[in-house]
């Protein structure tokens, strides 16, 4: 039993010296990840400073015979606290991320966590159990056994394990970075076959959308009181139907809804309207139904969505009485007031949207200084836009609440991960609470606006969107309307869908863009 003891001592001293190594190394992501937990945001910068030297004074104890006995039950403490913690989240439908090994391997907690930690507790316990005098032969005492050629030979053999191991991360790090280079110069041959050797700026390259005049993707989804709707249905009237894109988290989505709700009442007769959206029954009725919207179908997730390339809220898409697509995807309240206009006849005009009220101060536009911001962050201070002057800024606007969002949270996490010298820093302005905006595990700065006024103040109408602020404190791009183009906008060349249908053929114009919205 005493090569399995030390074995085991050896393999957990391994897995507290490389813990507490890591953690020492990303302090803050350390922390974050004790409040995801659900330790208290008092105790948090504390435990972040006191766990290292803890894992590292327990690493030492292993190691040591007399010590490795106590040792062990701190390791079987430690680890049964952390195991704890992994059964309550995954209970909960929480998967926050781990950062046990801080930046070496950083990742939400799953199935495979549990196991990991359940292994190591299964081996503290057994070092336990053998008692205080026991706990197996001396980690070095062997080493006086071996001849001199011996120990070159085993001190040969673990430096070459250990090169063997840093090649391999380094290669795993730089094809990571080659194929990231690879798609960021298919997009830019893409740009230059398409435009004739001039590369759009980010923030205008145009995403993957469905073209007017395809068949619309069919669907059949339950409303919010039971009943059964597919798209021919919607169409069974011969009016054009307009879907409209939504999420009971999306602040925009629910300031729309009782524009939305009178557009139903007034023009009943000329389109018909159906709102898509996701999540409960019970939590959409109540959302929707005290603004007076009706007709809203329930996605499972946003499969609907991603069918007519819908990749933001709140947004809209026209189909035709025949079945093909009327219009693109109208992005914000703006743009989806504008669609509603031209296809009832009613004045084209953003400033009658909430009922003849007098129209929001003008957006600001790409050349524009940038609009003030100054809002608390999640600790609470205060941050300014300004103080971002010097370097370009992606200021992002975002709901922890929205679906799409929360779709891109694993891609802003990889965008901070492999971030290049030269990206541009990033700037979030968000919705919902602190423990919800907590909870996604970014590093970037997020700051609180719970009435959007900062995004309307850009021009956005809708999450996930951005626009980038450049080094002088100037707008420099318009706003970037969904996953895809907030991707794009941070240097990203996010991958695109297959195409559910062929291209459209060049409009009947030359220019080869999508027909405008039109009065059906």
Known sequence: MGPALLIARLLLAAVFAVAALAKLGDRRGARQALVDFGVP??????????????ELAIAVALVVVPWAWYGAVGALALLGLFTAAIVVSLARGRRPDCHCFGQVSSGPIGWGTLVRNIILVSLAAFVVWAGRVNAGPSAVG?????????????????ALLVLVVAEAWVLLKLFTRHGQLLLRLEKVEEALAGRGGAVAPAAQQPTAVLPVGALAPGFTLSGVHGETLTLDALRAGGRPVLLLFSDPGCGPCLALMPEVGRWQREHASKLTFAVLSRGAAEQNRAKYGEHGATQVLLQKDHEVAEAYR????????????????????????????????QVVGAPTAAASGN??????????????????????????????????????????????????????????KAWEESRESGAPDLLLVSAGDVAANRAMGLGCTVVLDQVFATGRAFGANGTPSAV?????????????????????????????????????????????????????
């Not at 056994?145 to 673990?158: E, N, T, Y």
């Not at 709140?314 to 914000?332: E, H, K, N, W």
């Not at 895809?484 to 863009?513: C, D, I, K, S």
């Open 41 to 54: 945001m008092a105790l948090a910068p504390a435990l972040a400073v006191l766990l290292p030297p803890s």
């Open 142 to 158: 062997w080493l006086g056994a071996m001849s001199i050629w011996d120990r070159i030979l085993l001190l040969g053999g673990g």
């Open 310 to 341: 819908v990749s933001g809220t709140p947004s809209a898409v026209l189909v035709r009485p025949d079945g093909t697509i009327g219009s693109a995807a109208a992005a914000g309240a703006d743009a989806i007031r504008q669609l509603v206009a």
């Open 355 to 412: 009922g003849g009220a007098p129209a929001a101060p003008s957006a600001a536009r790409p050349g524009d200084p940038a609009p003030s911001v100054a809002l608390p962050d999640l600790d609470g201070k205060t941050v300014k836009l300004r103080d971002y002057r010097g370097k370009a800024t992606v200021v992002l606007f975002w709901n922890p609440g929205c679906g799409f969002c929360q779709q891109m949270v694993g891609d802003l």
């Open 468 to 520: 980038l602020v450049d080094a002088e404190g100037k707008v420099a791009s318009e706003v970037a309307v969904g996953r895809p183009a907030v991707l794009t906008l941070l240097g990203v060349a996010p991958a695109t869908q297959e195409p559910m249908h062929p291209p459209a053929a060049p409009a009947a114009n030359g220019t080869g863009r999508a027909e405008p919205p039109q009065r059906v």
